[in-house]
């Protein structure tokens, strides 16, 4: 995984106040958009 993509992994992380391994990247590795999932049984997230 590149350096850019575990920079967003860590900022969405403090966003959403969960460990860095509750979010993975699901596409857009190698590109701008990139969807993602977040795992968290505190709250759900509206889209």
Do not use: Y
């Amino acid at each position: 995984m590149g350096r850019a993509n575990k920079e967003l992994l860590k900022k969405l992380a403090e966003h959403f106040n969960v460990p860095t391994f509750n979010i993975r990247i699901i596409s857009g590795f190698g590109s701008r958009n990139k969807t993602v999932e977040v795992k968290s049984t505190s709250h759900p997230v509206d889209q």
